[in-house]
Every structure is written in C-alpha cells, then in structure tokens.
C-alpha cells in the first residue's frame, strides 16, 4: 500500500487494501475483467494525471505539450500497428463515450441505427431503448436465432435492407462465438450502411490472434482497453482513413474535454505488452481454458447459449438447474466465484433478475490457471447451484462455506500480477 495513502486517508488506502485483498482471494469469472500487469498500474498513478491537453497531437489548447504529444503520438502509434488499422483515437474516456462518438462521426439525431438487442447480447449503446442512443436515433435490432442461440445473419441482412440504416453495429456484451466480420460488411455494403465493430470483449484475443480482426471489413472499430486487452479503464477507436477525420472531430470537440494522460499511457504500456509473443500465448489459453470450462459445465448439466463457446465467455441459461441468475450469482460470490447475472436469449424473467449467469476466463487465465483448474471451477460451480437448488438452506451454506475455502486455497497458488 502506497505509505502517502494511507498517512493523509486511511479510510481510502483501507478500502483499497481490502479490494486488493478480496481480488486477490477470488476466482474472478467476470468476462469483461481482468488484472493489469504492474507496469499498467504504475503508469495510472503518474503526474500525467495534472495535464490538461484538450486537442490533438501539435493542435491544442493548451500549453506545455513537450511531452504529452508524443506520448498520445506512440500510444496511437502502437494501436495503429497492433491492429493493422490507418488511424487510432486513443481519448475515448471508455466504452460508451467511444460508441456515442461513432454515432456523432456517422448519423445525425432520428437517423435509423442498427445493433444487437442487448437481451440477445448487444450493448445498452447499441440503440437499447433506455440509452441516449435508443432515444436519439431511430434503432433497429437483431438477435439470435432461437433454435441455435447464434446470430440470425438472415434477420440482420433482412433488416438492414428494409431499413437501410446509417450504421450497423457489430458485436456486443454477451456473445460466446466468433463474430462473422466479412457477412457482417457484406450485409453492410449492400445496405449502403458503415459497418462499426464493437469488439470491447474481444479486442485482447483479436490482438493475440485468437479471433479475426475487423479490420478491413468494418471501417470504424470502438473498443475499451481493460477488458481481454488487459489496459486500464478507457477506449479506443480505430477507423479507415476515410473516417478518420469524423472520428477524431465527434470525440473532440464534439463530445469529450480534456483526455486522460494518465490513462493514455497506461494503454501505450498495455499495447506495447499486448505486441509481445507471450500475450499471443495469453491469448490462445484464454479461448482453450473457456472451452475447456464450458465441456466440464455441460457435462454437468449446465445448458450453454449457442451450445459452448468460441472466445472468453459462457453464458448459461440457469432455467433447467431450478435457480435463477441472481440468487446463483449471490451465492457464488459467498463461495469466492465472481460472476454477473444476466438475460439470456428469449429470457422470459426481468434484467435485474434473469435467468442467466455471464462468465469467462481472461482474468483467471491471467493469473495462470489452466484447464484442471477449469474442471474444478466447474465442479464447485455444480455443488453450489445444486445445493441452492435444493430445500435444505442449512446444507446449502455449509457447501458455500467448503468451496469458499477451498477456492481460497487455490488463490494462493495462483497471485494476482502486483
Ligand atoms: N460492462 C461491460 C461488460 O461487462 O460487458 C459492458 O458495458
């Protein structure tokens, strides 16, 4: 714990200490966390943070950019040459301002958008009736095909072509297999519509080729970097040269302020981490530790969307165990398994209490867990929904209080990056 935290706010540095602890101490199974390597957090904590820079590399606002502009400048650098793309704004402040800005590069308010439905496994930003995208732009949304749990490419090529709208999103929060980027810029073309791929969830597997880039099949590419990529909270987008211009002038002035330096650098280190050959093995372990999860889940009864999985993440429809998500999730947080409750395709229950449990393995393969540590999660993930399943609460706790220690146990074989 840094000494100077906890003299001036031992409340905050004991929070934060407790936060390290309890990371630390938890098979974290959320799909769209991670942990960050020392030299991401160490670039967070820098006096980059005391910087205002509102502009752009040689055109801002503000004075004293001797050293800002080349760190922006080689941030943007190694996103451009990570990816292939021709141009990288690496400001976005995170996920949902970068898709809000490619909404403002591409459409103007009441134009018709298009994107997964976020019960299907899209995102609120997606045009989801609650956002400011669903209110302010006229949305159009596919899903998934009931029978298989995939994403119904007729529906899309059929909507986009009675519809015609500006831009078709891509990708999205709660998918488990590979997107088809080339069907999706075909329909796209045909449509007179941008292709613009949200690959936050998967941005870290593409980067370690364990799943196909978008680009050259959609011309603008938003991401947050703290997801597979394993960068800080933030976002960025990627585009073509053609709207590389749109891009850069919807995310300032058009929506943002000053970017934040500090993060700026932290996701320079994590794109220079992510180019390295070892996170291409990270990668690869990511999707074999998820497919490895998901066999020992259905083994045990576990009804997967889709079937399994093709990336880093499960989504399990908890309708055939008895339990809903939510008690599940609650239940195994208390066990030391760390996951989100979730919709499932066609979910007949509310989002705030639905039907499925979200999972993945990028965190946990960070921390070097392997496939016999997969089988095992998957067991402890039976008893404890077995046990909540069941009438007797007294056994329930008393499974939750065995696999919570034992989960603990395996924590200390495996540290958190510090
Ligand atoms: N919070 C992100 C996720 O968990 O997928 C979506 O915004």
């Known amino acids: 714990m840094n000494p100077d935290l906890q003299a001036t706010d031992p409340a ?7 936060e390290e602890r309890r990371q630390a101490e938890t098979v974290k199974l959320i799909p769209s966390e991670n942990y960050v390597s020392p030299a991401v957090l160490a670039a967070t904590g820098t006096v ?12 801002r606002y503000y004075e004293g950019q001797q050293v800002i502009d ?3 400048e080689l941030a943007s650098r190694r996103a451009r040459e990570l990816f292939g793309a021709d141009h990288a704004n690496v400001q976005p402040y995170s996920g949902s301002p970068a898709n809000l800005a490619a909404y403002m590069a591409l459409a103007e308010p009441g134009d018709t958008i298009m994107g997964m439905a976020l019960p299907m496994g899209g995102h609120l930003t997606h045009g989801w009736s609650v956002s400011a995208t669903g209110k302010w732009f006229n949305p159009v949304r596919y899903g998934v095909r009931r029978d298989t749990g995939r994403i119904d490419m007729d529906e899309v090529r059929e909507l986009a072509l009675a519809e015609r709208p500006k831009l078709i999103f891509c990708g999205g929060t709660a998918i488990p297999r590979t997107i088809d980027f080339p069907a999706f810029a075909e329909i796209a073309r045909e449509a007179g519509s941008v292709l613009v791929a949200d690959i936050a969830h998967i941005a870290g597997l593409i980067a370690g080729g364990a799943h196909p880039s978008p680009v050259g099949h959609a011309e603008v590419i938003t991401t947050t970097t703290h997801k597979t990529l394993r960068g800080p909270r933030g976002a960025m987008i990627l585009s073509d040269e053609a709207h590389a ?10 929506l943002q302020g000053g970017p934040h330096n500090h993060t700026t650098a932290a996701i320079a280190v994590a794109l220079h981490e992510a180019a390295q050959p ?9 999707v074999r530790n998820a497919v490895v999860l998901a066999e020992a889940l259905a083994e045990r009864g576990f009804d997967l969307v889709s ?7 499960i989504l399990i429809d908890l309708t055939p165990k008895g339990v809903a998500g939510k008690p599940a999730a609650k239940a195994l947080d208390r066990a030391g398994l760390e996951t989100n409750y979730n919709t499932v395709p066609y979910d007949p229950r509310k ?13 946990i393969t960070t921390r070097g867990m392997g496939e016999a540590e997969m089988r095992q999660i998957a067991a402890w993930m039976d008893e404890v929904v077995t046990a909540l399943a069941g009438s007797d609460e007294d056994a329930a706790e008393k499974v939750i209080d065995r696999v919570h220690h034992e989960v603990r146990e395996l924590t200390t074989r495996f540290p958190v990056p510090a």
């Open 12 to 18: 905050i540095a004991d929070l934060v200490a407790a």
């Open 48 to 59: 980059l943070t005391n910087k205002y820079s509102e502009g752009y590399p040689g055109r």
């Open 70 to 72: 080349p760190l922006e």
């Open 245 to 254: 211009k749109a891009v850069d002038k919807a995310v300032f002035p058009g």
């Open 278 to 286: 070892s996170f291409a093995d990270y990668a690869a372990q990511v």
């Open 307 to 313: 079937g399994g999985t093709d990336n880093h993440l």
């Open 351 to 363: 989002p705030f209490d639905p039907s499925g449990l979200r999972i993945g393995t990028p965190a």
